[in-house]
DNA sequence: TTTATTTACGAAACCGTTTTCGTAAATAAT
DNA sequence: ATTATTTACGAAAACGGTTTCGTAAATAAA
């Protein structure tokens, strides 16, 4: 019924508990016989020892956390997998800490990180942050922290992001050359920088192709699903419509599918789409979806795989470790 | 730079250890001059009390394990979206633990929780479970385990799910009326209570129209996706192939609509399809996908109510608290 | 004034591990 | 036979909080 402690198990074994403990750690002081009778007995009383005395004492959590926005987003619960599964190799927890995009709840979280529940950070930073003293409180506190996909480029760390640049660019020059002139984008986030780096890529291709940027075309959506469904509505209703969207954020597939279908706007005939997603279903959409689909995953397993670099060496520079994970250009039937 | 402790706390302000933790506690022993000495100096030092001393000490983690197979799929994600909110409110953590639908993981999962890393368990089984010993071990050590979703029959606790017969039933009663006279069914397990008493509701909706059962139309699909798409196209191909499909879990509708386009056969003339799923994107898929919606939000909100109860109360009978909350057929394209 | 009670705090045990250090007994070296 | 070394274990002090219990001083009651 109780859950039996190394006490219990030394008494059953007449052992001191430092015996005990030094079995479970395979210590060379003890003799292979008494190695085997305290595995035995452990195994036979189900005996499994507790994390949190060992945290403490050890003063280490083997836990990382992992900070998002939200877990409902392919990108990162693709990317959680990659996190997952080598945390889980190096005998690590996950603890998975959601910003529902604010800005307050981010700061409580990495506050609460300040008590040593994590040995380090893996995080995504919520639309709402614009400046960086949680984190730096955080980082200076001691505890490694590396950004992957949305990151605070003020922080010294390691960031691994796709190239968001890049993939602006190329989603818009792709609708140029399917012969769009007015184009949307839809953000989400002036302080974000992958919102901000998308946008600069977006206006580059733009003036590269000798097009005029227009501000009326370019929002900043929000959690508010029915003020981004109105937004976006009002930009297809202008005179001057665009015939071609950007869509920076995964979420945003489904109102400019909706909004296109109640103003009879088809696409790609009226209107050509393209979208930042990892949805598995963009392939069976209707139309199919082109999109920009991030390495999520593979993001992911990178980003832990150095912060567990920094884990095993003290003294880790982490600032050196950034990397740019290129994402891909599917095209499909939304924009040709 | 390094975190500092209540010890730490206590020499600066020269009071004892005791009414430092007092006053965090706001024990009506400590003086409200007291109070606010030590709450100012403590914001101004940074500190943050250590999760893993107070669970030590307190013999209870305010954490909860939320075991599933997957975090990528709509239902699991919105369902800990209604885990985290309630668990937020009561001031504890979630940790999420994935078996990736493998019951090896699963019992591993649940014998680290004997450790006392958590206070209560969420659970969805495996798609590999087929007997509970390893849940009921954890049960009678005294844990309070509550299933949502995926439960297993045999074990005396409270279970939440969702009318899985009913929808079988309405789901294929659905196709029925639309026409289909031939109809598979595509499940997942064997030993899932879901998957088995959505093949019942599917069996019995057969048996009132008087519709044969072909056991050539009933498939469990697994964890590799190559596989599930070849045992769908092979379905597909028979000449006196089904007219209708229910596929019982999300994640087969991208392989379904996959094979129907490479068959060259269209939804919904050829084959209507309904499906179990949460996906937002179901109303623009081509053709729009008519599903049974689970109320997993819901659903999560609710285990992780009931979990509370039974931490707050001692000896609370789960057995009573089994709960079933209706799922929606939504009719849309891909069915008429 | 004497006694009872309340207020406000501190000392110390405790939670379940890990780890250092000490030490008998066994073995090896001289 | 004596000394040195190795082997195999135990005692006890951490780790950072919480909680019980004890107690001086202040206040109230008699």
Partial sequence: MKNINIKALACELNLSVSTISKVFHDS??????????????????????????????????????VVIPEVADSFFSLAINGIESV?????????????????????????????????GVLMSVSRETSHSDHINDLISNGLPLIFFDRVCEDVQTAKITTDDFESGYNATEHLILQGCSKIAFLGISKSLSISGKRLEGYLNALADYELKADKKNIILCTNDAKHNYTAIKKILQQKNKPTGIVASVEKLTTPVYKVCEMLKLKIPKDVKVVCFSNLDTAAILNPSLTTITQPAFEMGKTAAT????????????????????????VVRNSSS
Avoid: M
């Fill in 28 to 65: 060379y002081e003890i003799s292979d016989h008494t190695k085997q009778r305290v595995l035995e007995t452990a195994a036979r009383l189900n005996y499994v020892p507790n994390p949190y005395a060992s945290s403490l004492r050890g003063r280490k959590s083997k836990n990382i956390g």
């Fill in 87 to 119: 945390a889980k190799e190096k005998g690590y927890h996950v603890l998975i800490c959601l910003t529902h995009e604010s800005f307050e709840n981010e700061k409580n979280i990495l506050k609460e990180f300040q008590g040593g529940r994590v040995d």
């Fill in 306 to 329: 150095i912060l567990f670099k920094a884990l095993e060496k003290t003294n880790f520079n982490l600032t050196g470790e950034s990397l740019v994970i290129p994402s891909a250009l």
